[in-house]
Each structure stands twice: as structure tokens, then as C-alpha cells.
């Protein structure tokens, strides 16, 4: 009952991650309905229910646009968990300011990269300038699209790749 299950507006836009029993739940509640079955059903002594991997909501929600929320996991997600100083990926990273917060320097996507112990210790409390490093490309807020925000999920289930690509 702990597996994922996409959520599609009305209108099949990605909207939501939800687990087994909530997207049961909702089913049974004919607030939602079924639009991928691939995981056989949930039987009971009198019946037989789908285990969905896909549901779609009965009425639209309006909702503001996605953004990607700026926190450690999105900043090594982005950088692929490689540092952007020397390049070097595996073992233990950490995250760097390009501008350190000493100097004023803020928490924002363009501010912040992944780098490895022996980089950031080098680059210290310094500018890029003043450590004399550069970085192999430079940071950028990651995309707020339907397949960035749940294509983590999609090694395990790919049967979502449709819905999610054409969002």
C-alpha cells in the first residue's frame, strides 16, 4: 500500500504523487478514476479492487504553477551529485555559494553549487575570483515541468513517462 501513484488533473496534467491507499481511497470515494491498472488488484473476502498506478481527479483543481523548492537533495539532484569545481562524482559532497554568505552572498539557485569536501575546503569563504577556481558550467534553476518534478519516479514506474512528457 506504500507504492506511488500519479495523480492527472481533470485536464491529465501532472499534479500529484500519492500513495496506494489514498488513490484507493479516492477511487472508492468516485472522486477520481482509473487510468492505468498495471499492478493487478487488492482482493478483499467480496471483492476485487485495482491497484492503480495512474488516477485522474473527476473535477479540475486549480492550482499555481510548480516551482522546484531550493533544498540540499534538488541542489545535488541538479548538479547530477557532481562537483562543479573539479568534476569528480561519488563519495561525500557538499554544497558550496559561489558568492560566500559572509560577503552577502544569498540562498538561491543561481548562488549555490555542489561541491566535494576538498574543493569547498580549498575555495574556503572566498569569491571565484579570489579562490582562482572556476566552474565547469554555471548554476541555474531547474525546470518546474511535470517530468523534472516526478521523473525521479520513473525508473520504477514507466508507465508514467506518457503523461509525464507532454507536460
Known amino acids: 500500500m506504500d507504492e506511488a501513484v500519479l495523480v492527472l488533473n481533470?485536464?491529465?496534467?501532472?499534479?500529484?504523487v500519492c500513495d496506494m491507499r489514498r488513490a484507493v481511497g479516492l477511487?472508492?470515494?468516485e472522486k477520481a478514476s482509473l487510468v492505468v491498472?498495471?499492478?493487478?488488484?487488492?482482493k478483499t473476502a467480496r471483492n476485487a479492487f485495482p491497484r492503480p498506478s495512474i488516477i485522474r481527479l473527476d473535477k479540475m483543481i486549480h492550482r499555481p504553477r510548480p516551482?522546484?523548492?531550493?533544498?540540499?537533495?534538488?541542489?545535488?539532484?541538479?548538479?547530477?551529485h557532481t562537483c562543479q569545481?573539479?568534476?569528480?562524482?561519488g563519495?561525500?559532497?557538499?554544497?558550496?555559494?559561489?558568492?560566500?554568505?559572509?560577503?552577502?552572498?544569498?540562498q538561491t539557485w543561481t548562488n549555490v553549487v555542489t561541491a566535494c569536501a576538498a574543493c569547498n575546503h580549498r575555495?574556503?569563504?572566498?569569491?571565484?575570483?579570489?579562490?582562482g577556481m572556476t566552474l565547469l558550467r554555471p548554476p541555474k534553476e531547474p525546470p518546474a515541468s511535470a517530468l523534472y518534478i516526478f521523473g525521479r519516479h520513473l525508473k520504477e514506474y514507466f508507465?508514467?513517462?506518457?503523461y509525464l512528457n507532454g507536460w
Open 85 to 89: 569545481y573539479c568534476g569528480r562524482t
Open 37 to 42: 491498472n498495471g499492478r493487478g488488484s487488492i
Open 123 to 131: 575555495k574556503g569563504g572566498r569569491t571565484l575570483e579570489e579562490s
Open 67 to 80: 516551482t522546484v523548492k531550493l533544498t540540499r537533495r534538488e541542489v545535488f539532484r541538479r548538479d547530477a
Open 91 to 106: 563519495g561525500e559532497m557538499t554544497i558550496d555559494h559561489i558568492f560566500p554568505r559572509r560577503l552577502g552572498g544569498r
Open 27 to 29: 477511487l472508492l470515494a
Open 159 to 162: 508507465e508514467w513517462e506518457p
Open 10 to 16: 481533470a485536464n491529465y496534467e501532472p499534479i500529484n
